[in-house]
């Protein structure tokens, strides 16, 4: 699930993905402390998923918005909202924040934002609904590393900030598992995010040694449309 001083707009993050020009996000909004989390205890929930699903598919069928939930916490954490469509998960958005905000705001806002004003995509039309995915990410335990390989593959999402070619502070960021997806090591991963933060300019050991990286983990889960249609037949309420 395109998620950076903090370029509100740029599409500079990493999110699951099946294909390597498909692993941008938006981020829009600078990071604030969030909670960390015990890896044991997982921090998204279901409901968060069906959430987003009955919030896109009422704005798509010109329905009243969903109730505020009664089904999980309203904590604030920074969150990523990541739509992909179809049997190979073709992406359709991704945007998030790394501003920590309410659960029943956030995902709200970011459902409909990754849904329909990803600028990379055309919006998600109702014909496609029934064939979505909908993956939640909550971000936690925020780090500043040593230096560029001070992070592990698949267990942390990264976040750089640098300076690009002309002088100008960039910034861009993958979720944890997109290394693991692509097979790339710590180097090929930070070149990658170069690039996407915008980064020009030949890269070399110079350039990697002068990004500053924070690490960060993510608690993340997908459902599909047929487990929200499911429970809605179900008498299933937000």
């Given at each position: 699930?395109?998620?950076?001083?903090?370029?509100h707009?740029?599409?500079?993050?990493?999110?699951?993905?099946?294909?390597?020009?498909?692993?941008?996000n938006?981020?829009?909004?600078?990071?604030?402390?969030?909670?960390?989390?015990?890896?044991?205890?997982?921090?998204?929930?279901?409901e968060?998923?069906?959430?987003?699903?009955?919030?896109?598919?009422?704005?798509?069928?010109?329905?009243?918005?969903?109730p505020?939930?009664?089904?999980?916490?309203?904590?604030?954490?920074?969150?990523?909202?990541?739509?992909?469509?179809?049997?190979?998960?073709?992406?359709?958005?991704?945007?998030?924040?790394?501003?920590?905000?309410?659960?029943?705001?956030?995902?709200r806002?970011?459902?409909?934002?990754?849904?329909?004003?990803?600028?990379?995509?055309?919006?998600?039309?109702?014909?496609?609904?029934?064939?979505?995915?909908?993956?939640?990410?909550?971000?936690?335990?925020?780090?500043?590393?040593?230096?560029?390989?001070?992070?592990?593959?698949g267990?942390?999402?990264?976040?750089i900030?640098?300076?690009?070619?002309?002088?100008?502070?960039?910034?861009?960021?993958?979720?944890?598992?997109v290394?693991?997806?692509?097979?790339?090591?710590?180097?090929e991963?930070?070149?990658?995010?170069?690039?996407?933060?915008?980064?020009?300019g030949?890269i070399?050991?110079?350039?990697?040694?002068s990004?500053?990286?924070?690490?960060?983990?993510?608690?993340?889960?997908?459902?599909?449309?047929?487990?929200?249609?499911?429970?809605?037949?179900?008498?299933?309420?937000?």
């Amino acid at each position: 699930m395109s998620k950076h001083s903090f370029n509100h707009n740029s599409p500079a993050l990493g999110c699951k993905k099946q294909r390597l020009d498909k692993n941008n996000n938006s981020v829009e909004e600078e990071s604030v402390p969030a909670p960390s989390s015990d890896i044991s205890h997982p921090l998204v929930r279901r409901e968060m998923c069906l959430y987003c699903f009955d919030v896109l598919h009422r704005q798509l069928f010109n329905q009243d918005p969903p109730p505020q939930p009664r089904t999980f916490p309203n904590h604030a954490y920074p969150l990523f909202v990541t739509w992909s469509y179809g049997k190979d998960q073709r992406l359709r958005g991704c945007i998030g924040t790394f501003k920590a905000m309410n659960l029943y705001t956030g995902l709200r806002e970011y459902a409909l934002n990754s849904a329909l004003r990803d600028s990379r995509f055309s919006p998600i039309t109702q014909k496609e609904f029934p064939h979505l995915y909908c993956s939640v990410s909550l971000l936690t335990d925020f780090e500043d590393a040593a230096d560029y390989k001070d992070w592990q593959i698949g267990v942390h999402g990264i976040r750089i900030e640098f300076l690009n070619e002309r002088g100008s502070q960039r910034s861009a960021t993958y979720l944890p598992e997109v290394a693991v997806e692509q097979g790339w090591n710590h180097q090929e991963t930070i070149d990658s995010l170069l690039r996407k933060g915008g980064y020009k300019g030949s890269i070399n050991e110079a350039v990697r040694s002068s990004v500053r990286l924070t690490r960060y983990r993510s608690d993340e889960l997908q459902l599909h449309a047929g487990d929200y249609f499911a429970e809605q037949a179900n008498g299933y309420r937000v």
